[in-house]
């Protein structure tokens, strides 16, 4: 049994990197190899231990709760046919009747109003937040070694990773007080600090285990930057009370809401698989020969 019971996927954005395929289909839902965005992340939440799944969603975003609905007229269809292959496939995103909650985000408002939303269904109780964006290839879960990291110090824990100094302004700063193995204790986080003024280069990526006190920090809170409710600052709040530590997880790490790290992410997973692998050996091996041109 796992002290973290429930999760929230904020799922709300527009997914503009991507048009026009987001245009009609939701970014969790763009598939990588041949599962969508979303259910990378739903995995990993099962395999920590979680058993109830927040969505904070938008308009636009009905596919998401389609996917995880049952498909009882295309199970009929497949068994009939005897495709068992594909039938397995459904069977492993199928989820436990009442373990999905989704609440509606009106409007793009940040990362802490989307988590606010969810407090009435979280309750008085620790939980993790995942961004689907943030795709961690591991062979144990970033959540599952973060939620046994937690359960021996509290307080709120957010993922980290370190990146090169020039590329501390594209992300969430770790203010590193003091270090112990994979474990950093916080003064606080800096929001996309100029590489000069980073107080370190250990970045925060898309996992969080907070405690339910964020809530009264995210409601005392007022827009921060961008005139959004920045979850970094309700963090920030409650450093000194609750404490914020870093977890360095193990795992490659791929930022999916950038074309690019889409792609690559696709590649990775895809070389993992023993049916891929060697066909995109091959073709990688074609693509970096030298071209041949007609004369």
Same mark, same amino acid.
């Given at each position: 049994m796992t002290h973290i019971r429930k999760a929230v996927f904020p799922v709300a954005g527009m997914g503009t990197r991507f048009l026009p395929a987001t245009k009609?289909?939701?970014?969790?839902?763009? @598939?990588?190899?041949d599962r969508p965005l979303i259910q990378y992340a739903v995995d990993e939440a099962r395999a920590a231990g979680i058993e109830e799944f927040i969505f904070v969603t938008a308009a636009g975003k009905g596919a998401l709760e389609d996917y995880f609905d049952t498909a009882a007229a295309l199970e009929q269809r497949l068994a009939a046919a005897?495709?068992?292959?594909?039938?397995? =496939?459904?069977? *492993? !995103? *199928?989820?436990?009747?009442?373990?999905?909650?989704?609440?509606?985000? =009106?409007?793009?408002?940040?990362?802490?109003?989307?988590?606010?939303? !969810?407090?009435?269904?979280?309750?008085?109780?620790?939980?993790?937040?995942?961004?689907?964006?943030?795709?961690i290839r591991s062979p144990q879960g970033a959540l599952t070694q973060m939620v046994a990291a937690h359960g021996r110090i509290r307080g709120h824990m957010v993922a980290t990773m370190e990146v090169p100094r020039q590329d501390t302004s594209?992300?969430?700063?770790?203010?590193?007080?003091?270090?112990?193995? *994979?474990?950093? *204790? !916080?003064?606080?986080?800096?929001?996309? @600090?100029?590489?000069?003024? !980073?107080?370190s280069c250990s970045a925060v990526v898309g996992r969080y285990i907070l405690e339910p006190s964020i809530f009264a920090r995210l409601s005392d809170l007022g827009p921060g930057a961008g005139g959004e409710l920045q979850l970094t600052d309700a963090i920030n709040a409650d450093v000194h009370e609750i404490g914020v530590t870093g977890y360095r997880f193990e795992g490659e790490r791929f930022d999916c809401g950038s074309v690019l790290g889409f792609v690559q992410a696709t590649m990775a997973f895809a070389l993992d698989r023993p049916d891929l692998q060697d066909g995109i050996e091959r073709f990688l091996e074609t693509k970096s020969a030298p071209r041949q041109y007609a004369a």
């Open positions: 009609s289909i939701p970014k969790e839902m763009l @598939p990588l190899v005897g495709k068992t292959d594909a039938l397995a =496939a459904l069977e *492993r !995103a *199928r989820m436990p009747e009442g373990a999905l909650s989704f609440v509606r985000q =009106a409007a793009p408002l940040g990362l802490g109003h989307a988590v606010r939303l !969810a407090q009435r269904l979280v309750g008085d109780e620790p939980f993790a937040v995942l961004l689907p964006d943030d795709v594209s992300y969430g700063i770790l203010d590193v007080a003091r270090e112990s193995g *994979r474990l950093a *204790r !916080a003064r606080g986080l800096v929001e996309k @600090p100029r590489p000069e003024l !980073a107080p």
